[in-house]
């Protein structure tokens, strides 16, 4: 029988399980199988901090979601077209979320009295009438795959585990998704294991093969590829974007890559993706605590290295007091902070942009470093590159301010060409520099303010440096009041200058005449521009600024934002760009602020600058 | 051709730990390691006698000065590395020893040693030391003991006795103290020595005895603060004390105490320390640096109790085992003999890509 193949523009998808159940994998699949196909997406993955939760209970849902288009799209999306349920948890977790007429497809086997017990269904949702504004799909993932893989030699239980690729056979049928990059992917991964490899082929083929067949599914759909700007692009998630602008850093700038890391959620995968590199002469150092692994960097800095550390907010408050000597020794420094939501643990899986402060104020005394933020998945790679040549150039640390949802979320990138890399210039010290023959390591580049970076092994230019306040030529250890004075205006200075090397804000206002200005900075920016679309579709006229630097801030900030009638800041915390803005700026901008863990839908943001558009 | 302390053969200005050190042209004397800084501690320091040894030892490395590298926590002895002509970094509160491990590990051709004292090593950076000598990263921990916080001026440290009265426990603290070359010991040190501040040939010795060891070195030297803790290792200063307290150890030796006594296997694996008339020479234990074993330097450290009673010094224990730094840069150099270096563009297009044209 000939099915009926319907087109369209765009589709949002979430896959809901138990944290054991392979969601993130089969999600993770899916977007490889639809960036290959061409489409533009975007990815949203939503886990528990626990690795197995109990199973079958509400804390236990892990879901991946993934909108596709055939155009460019911004966000993971606000709601999802389809979702799919591995039981009954995955569905009540899930089930707000949707908008009445979307599709779900659920596991009927796991719909037993206990497990609906479990999460409080007195009644089975499948047959009272609770989803009889969705199209339901119940179809019996785990026992058709169990029988799809009757004459394999595997036990119960590793059948059972393989219905997530059953699940993702039937999806990549219903929405005509290329199969031979999971089918290479299971062949690599299962390579040392013949019968696993071969049962999930089987299941992932079966679930195809059910879609095809069965009466249950008509129709299938299909999204043409996406018309994007001409290039190679693959599909990258922000925490690997972030470990190869590092690497590319480390390339462009001829220094060797030290990473000082110690493992945090949901930083670590930049860990383990650089510790991969080692052809890159990159050396990974796993400390013994967040101090440490600062330290450590800092260490590799002093040594002529390119030092790095990565964390997460609480380790970040740990690194502090290192972060601190780098700024008054003076070293380049490249610090990643994924933030996530908090105080203290928060929630680690969870996102939000409540970091902003504490990089630029969380230590002690005047203590300037300039901060940079990636505002996408593939955004990372160009904010660690830029935090890279901003370190080395200025002989300071830089904070890099991506999150959560940038860090395991992802999106098609365009490759950039290695030829058109900036080329970052160590410019080590090798003479003296003083007017007698001797080397004053805090006599600066006029231009830059930078102090020269003489490393050890270099005659002649032996020098101490440390933690205590330096003579302002010498480096030698100093308590008189105006050369301290001097040295904080100095350090104060020298950040505040990088805004003559950084590019101007830039507002889109395609109107030209648009009175409110909605502006944001880092991972919001997906959000921010699909919700301004949607106000500009409307009618709304509204001018959209996005900030990469927010020390020192693009030197055209304060002219831009006072053109404007009003100014809207969405943030995922409780204003902290919205005190800044306003302290330096005396302008009362209007911060619209959440702090649910996740990023902002587009709705809302397009209903919250509507709102504003509206009040002349 | 010379002996260690540690019982090593090695050529003058050869020293195993330097391996990857370039070597130097210069013949330095003592005063080319003086900077220009005034020193700034308490007369009377402990710390003086130590810097005096140190800087008289450095030309004994061989290497250049510009390979040098000190690097230094807070405290009294953190100031060490102001007064060193070499390439220093004063960092911060216990931290040098991680400093120190990204240094080390990023440049082989250094020779880096880091100072610490009771309060920076043992109390805030406790976790760092421990660390760094179980990686056995190859630096030179010189851990200055003097059993109290000189700068915050006087509170106890974690090497003061229970009990000891000072400014913030006026009744006397509560705290057990450590044992440091115990801890050293515990957190599988590949070299622990100790030494005192007023004994140059000896402290000398053991410096050259840690410079030759490849990996991580630890060294405790017994240092007076005549301002908050004098006389703290009085007992072992009394010239007429001091012979029949120190129990020298020198690898190969037999382990005697004065003219009188000397060390033999106790019960339970412990030792103990007898007249040597009462069991007879041949039952004294022959010092061996070398042992694999931690447990005999490690009983060898718990003989200083009661206080001061008998107190090893020289070297505990001295055992070669890879060092961090070298399996750090053996793999990276691994991972580029197998398959190159690195090519960024080729690795920005691994995984899946597609074309738009």
């Not at chain 1, 499948?126 to 989803?131: E, H």
């Not at chain 1, 052809?279 to 967040?290: H, I, L, M």
Request: net charge negative.
């Amino acid at each position: 029988m000939a099915k009926q193949i319907e087109q369209l523009d765009r589709v949002i998808i979430r896959f809901a399980g138990d944290s054991g159940d392979g969601m993130q994998l089969t999600g993770d699949r899916f977007t490889q199988e639809t960036a290959s196909f061409g489409n533009d997406l975007s990815t949203l993955p939503n886990f528990p901090a626990e690795i197995r939760a109990p199973a079958g209970t509400l804390p236990g849902v892990s879901s991946f979601q993934l909108h596709f288009a055939d155009h460019d799209i911004m966000t993971p999306g606000d709601a999802p077209d389809v979702l799919v349920a591995m039981n009954p948890a995955a569905l009540k977790a899930n089930l707000g979320d949707l908008p009445r007429g979307a599709t779900i497809i659920v596991n009927t086997d796991e719909f037993t009295k206990r497990s609906l017990a479990k999460v409080g269904y007195a009644v089975d949702p499948l047959t009272d009438g609770t989803l009889d504004a969705f199209k339901v799909s119940a179809v019996g993932l785990t026992s058709m795959t169990v029988a799809a893989l009757a004459d394999s030699d595997i036990s119960k239980k590793d059948a059972q585990r393989a219905k997530n690729m059953f699940a993702l056979g039937l999806l990549s049928w219903m929405y005509n998704r290329p199969t031979e990059g999971t089918t290479s992917f299971l062949k690599s991964k299962f390579a040392s294991k013949p019968d696993i490899l071969a049962a999930n082929l089987t299941a992932f083929q079966a679930g195809w093969n059910f879609g095809e067949t069965t009466e249950d599914f008509a129709v299938s759909y299909e999204i043409k590829p996406a018309r994007l700007p001409a290039g190679t692009y693959r599909n990258i998630t922000g925490n690997l974007a972030t470990a190869y602008g590092l690497i590319a850093g480390s390339q462009q700038s001829g220094l060797p890559l030290f990473l000082g890391s110690y493992p945090i959620t949901p930083a670590s995968d930049i860990l383990h993706e650089l510790s991969r590199h080692k052809r890159f002469g990159v050396r990974t150092f796993q400390a013994e605590d967040e101090i440490a692994g600062v330290g450590a960097a800092l260490g590799a800095a002093f040594g002529g290295s390119l030092g790095v550390t990565t964390t997460s907010g609480p380790g970040m408050v740990l690194k502090q007091e290192a972060v601190g000597l780098a700024v008054m020794t003076e070293l380049p420094l490249v610090i990643i902070d994924v933030q996530r939501a908090g105080p203290s643990t928060g929630m680690p899986t969870k996102t939000e942009q409540t970091d902003l402060l504490m990089a630029l104020f969380g230590r002690n005394g005047e203590s300037p470093l300039p901060v940079v933020a990636p505002s996408s998945p593939a955004d990372c790679f160009d904010a660690a590159l830029e935090a890279t040549r901003l370190a080395v150039k200025y002989r300071t640390p830089v904070v890099v301010l991506s999150d959560g949802y940038l860090a395991n979320g992802s999106e098609p990138w365009r490759l950039p060409q290695v030829s058109e890399l900036p080329v970052i210039e160590p410019g080590f010290a090798t003479e003296p520099n003083g007017a007698g023959g001797e080397f004053l390591p805090y006599l600066r580049d006029e231009e830059t303010l930078a102090r020269p970076w003489a490393v050890p092994g270099t005659a002649g230019l032996e020098h101490r440096i440390g933690g205590i306040e330096k003579h302002s030529e010498t480096g030698d250890i100093s308590y008189t009041p105006d050369n301290h004075d001097l040295m904080v205006r100095t350090r104060q200075a020298k950040v505040d200058a990088i805004a003559r090397d950084i590019p101007e804000l830039e507002v889109s206002d395609p109107t030209g005449d648009a009175k409110v200005l909605v502006l944001g900075w880092g991972g919001t920016y997906g959000s921010i521009t699909a919700g301004v679309r949607r106000v500009r579709r409307a009618g709304g006229r509204v001018a959209q600024a996005h900030l990469r630097h927010l020390n020192p801030f693009p030197a055209n900030l304060g002219e831009v934002l006072r053109s404007y009638d009003r100014v809207v800041v969405p943030e995922i915390n409780l204003g902290q760009l919205s005190l800044l803005l306003r302290g330096r700026f005396l302008v009362d901008v209007i911060g619209y602020n959440k702090v649910r863990g996740l990023p902002f839908k587009a709705e809302e943001l397009a209903d919250v600058l509507q709102e504003v558009v509206d009040r002349d | 051709m010379t002996e260690n302390l540690n019982g090593n053969l090695s050529h003058e200005g050869e020293l195993a730990g330097l391996r990857l050190v370039p070597k130097s042209d210069t013949e330095y004397k003592m005063k080319d390691f003086k900077s220009d800084q005034e020193v700034r501690w308490c007369p009377g320091c402990g710390d003086y006698a130590i810097l005096a040894a140190f800087q008289s030892f450095l030309p004994q490395l061989g290497v250049p000065r510009e390979n040098i590298v000190m690097v230094s926590g807070i405290g009294c002895s953190s100031r060490f590395p102001y007064y060193l002509s070499t390439y220093g970094v004063h960092s911060i509160h216990g931290r040098a020893p991680a400093i120190a491990t990204g240094l080390a590990a990023s440049r082989p051709d250094l020779s880096v040693w880091v100072v610490t004292g009771d309060g920076d090593g043992l109390s805030i950076g406790g976790n760092h030391l421990i660390h760094a000598l179980r990686r056995n990263v190859n630096i030179n921990v010189l851990l200055f003991n003097n059993r109290i916080y000189g700068l915050t001026k006087g509170q106890y440290s974690p090497t003061s006795e229970a009990g000891k009265i000072t400014k913030s426990s006026p009744v006397g603290s509560l705290d057990h103290p450590f044992n440091p070359v115990s801890l050293a010991l515990g957190a599988e040190a590949s070299f622990v020595a100790r030494t005192v501040d007023s004994d140059r040939k000896h402290l000398t010795s053991v410096l050259r005895a840690a410079a030759d060891h490849p990996g991580a070195s630890f060294v405790e030297i017994y240092q007076n603060c005549p301002i908050f803790n004098d006389d703290a290792f009085e007992p072992l200063k009394d010239p007429a004390a001091r012979d029949l307290r120190l129990l020298r150890m020198e690898h190969g030796e037999p382990l005697r105490l004065g003219p009188d006594r000397g060390v033999v296997s106790g019960e339970f694996g412990g030792l103990e320390v007898v007249d040597v008339d009462s069991v007879g020479e041949d039952r004294l234990i022959r010092h061996d640096a070398h042992r694999e074993d931690p447990g005999y330097a490690f009983a060898l450290s718990r003989l200083d109790y009661p206080a001061f009673e008998h107190v090893p010094i020289g070297v505990f224990r001295d055992v070669r085992r890879p060092t961090y730094d070298d399996l750090l840069n053996e793999q990276v150099e691994d991972a580029r003999a197998e398959r190159g270096d690195g090519e960024l563009a080729a690795l920005l297009a691994s995984g899946d890509t597609w074309t738009v044209d």
